[in-house]
Each structure stands twice: as C-alpha cells, then as structure tokens.
C-alpha cells in the first residue's frame, strides 16, 4: 500500500533517462531562470493567499500612497508609475473583486494626478475622461487576467488533487493530508485513526457486470464514504478499488463508530443484485512514536489480515489476533 503514495501519478513522454546527456544540461541551463521564478512567484502566492485579508488590503492601499509621493516627488521626468502594477497584481490575486477594481480604479487616479505637470493648467474633460477610460480600462484588464490565472491555477491544483471518477480526494492529496496530520499528532499528541479499504470481489463485478457497472459500485461506495465520514476526517480512493479514511483527532472506540456507519452505509447500496461489501484494516497511532511508513505498513497489514480471514471484516493492527467483526 505504500507503494501506492510513492508511484507517480503520470509519467511525461521525455524523462531524464530517455533524454541524451548534452541536451538535459542545455535544457536545464535554459530552464534556470524560469524555475528559479516559478518557485519565487510560488512562494508570493501562497504568502498572499494566507495571509489576513485587512492586512493584505492595508498594505496594498500604503503601497499606493507611497508610490505617489515618489512619483510626485520625482517629478514628471522621472516616473515611477508603472509600480502601481504591484498592488494591482496583488489585490487581484489575494483580495474581493470589488476591491480589486477598486484598487485598479485608484491607481489610475493617481498615476494620472502625478502626471498632472505635463498637462496645461486648465483641465480638459474630453482628455480626462479618455486618461482615465484607458488607464482604468488597462489596470481592470491587467487585474481580470491576474483573477483568471488564479482561477485557473486553482482549478487545475484541483483536479491535480480529485480522482476523476468518485470525486474523492485521489492518493496524492492523501498522502500530504496524512503527513500534515500526523505533524500535527507530534505537537499535539492527539490520536489518528487510519483506514483502509478494499471492495471485496471487484475483480468479479468487471468479469460478470462489466467495466460500467464497475465504475458504477465505485462511485457508489465512493459518495457512501463521503457521507459516512465527520466533517473534519478525509475519504478519498487510492487504487483501483481501495479507498481510505483519515479520521482526525479520532481514538479506537470513536474510530469503530465511524466503521460502523461506513459499513451501514455501503450495506444500503443495491447494484444489480450484487452485494457489495468491504474488507476493512484500521491502524490508531499518536504522539512522538507515529511515522509516515510505519502508520501506512500498520494500517496495510490490518486490510489484508480482513482479507485473507475471510473478507467482509474488520481488522486492527493492534492486536495479535486482530479483532474481527463479520457483517
């Protein structure tokens, strides 16, 4: 089951063992700079993205008044104004919509009013009004696309993160959940309950039903866990027909509770007269003494003591022999 959170989830069509030596170095050196800002532009986001929203709003606005006492203080032969893409950028990213384009709006203004020498003493509105249409009109424009590489980006980190077929949370997010909590199991000392799961017979439901009906089942136990687990825990599909739980903050007897409702849940699913059930390897573990591989190896040998006693059961790692609690 390890083996699951280390296989990678695609492998590209050029690797490194496939690619000839003199054209890895040329592509790395070429790549340098970009990488090297990618990881830059990584940090700053993620900075933005969690930092308190009236902090980062106060801090875009003072960013604003002192790049226009700058260019003001400077003079018009020396602007300063395209800084005012800083704020601009940031708010998009990080802020509402609504102030976005109000920082959009305001960064106009004054970058028009630190222009005001170049301009004769008498304002003209027509001349006005078309500074302030194509300023506004690019800052807002520069601050739509920002909002729609956000989206994107999220929407791709996303789907990089959900099994396409259940809508679950897929191996990869599991495994950085698992390690955030069991992280947190260190500081705290709170329990962590893990569990895996295995559909027993899926192999025959393809055979007999076919692939559709198998898809099918999984979907099916797939919303049946979702809805079993608290708010707080994490199911999500590793394999082909395995799923796992992450119950936080989570001991034995409140672990069994959790069990119960997933199992009672899956008894309701009625697919093609065919009965589904589980075999089910549950791993408790907390504080110092908890690591990544021995929580997954504990929980892995649970699963397949249940299915080599019988399937349809319950097996804990905890015990010489594991309890086993048949449907």
């Not at 004769?120 to 807002?140: H, Q, S, T, Y």
């Not at 893990?194 to 919303?223: A, M, P």
């Amino acid at each position: 089951m390890l083996a699951l959170f280390q296989r990678p989830i695609s492998r590209p069509t050029h690797t490194r063992e496939n690619t000839p030596k003199w054209l890895l170095g040329r592509t790395d050196i070429r790549n340098m700079p970009a990488r090297w800002v990618a990881k830059k532009v990584s940090r700053i986001s993620e900075r933005l993205s969690n930092a308190p929203g009236w902090l980062l709003a106060s801090g875009t606005f003072a960013t604003i008044a002192v790049i226009a006492f700058l260019d003001k203080t400077t003079g018009p032969d020396t602007s300063i104004g395209v800084f005012y893409i800083l704020p601009i950028v940031a708010s998009a990213w990080a802020l509402t919509r609504p102030i976005a384009y109000a920082v959009s709006a305001i960064c106009a203004v004054a970058w028009y009013g630190d222009s005001q020498p170049l301009y004769p003493a008498e304002l003209d509105i027509f001349k006005f009004a078309w500074n302030m249409i194509m300023l506004g009109g690019v800052f807002a424009s520069l601050s739509l696309l920002v909002r729609a590489a956000r989206i994107l980006i999220d929407e791709q980190k996303r789907l990089a993160a959900t099994d396409a077929l259940t809508g679950l949370p897929n191996a990869r997010a599991f495994k950085e959940r698992l390690e955030l909590d069991i992280a947190r199991s260190h500081r705290a000392n709170v329990p962590l309950t893990l569990v895996y799961i295995d559909c027993d017979n899926f192999k025959t439901v393809n055979d007999t039903l076919g692939h559709r009906i198998g898809d099918e089942l999984l979907v099916s136990v797939g919303s049946a866990l979702r809805q079993a687990v608290r708010t707080t825990d994490v199911a999500a599909r590793i394999g082909g027909d395995e799923f796992a739980l992450l119950l936080s903050d989570c001991d034995r007897i409140a672990a069994d509770r959790v069990i119960g409702e997933v199992r009672r849940a899956v008894d309701a699913i009625a697919l093609h007269q065919h009965t589904v059930t589980l075999s089910i390897g549950v791993a408790t573990g907390m504080g110092a003494s908890l690591t990544f591989a021995k929580f997954v190896d504990q929980a892995d040998a649970a699963l397949y003591q249940a299915k080599n006693s019988g399937r349809n059961q319950v097996c804990y790692h905890d015990q010489p022999d594991p309890a086993r609690i048949a449907a």
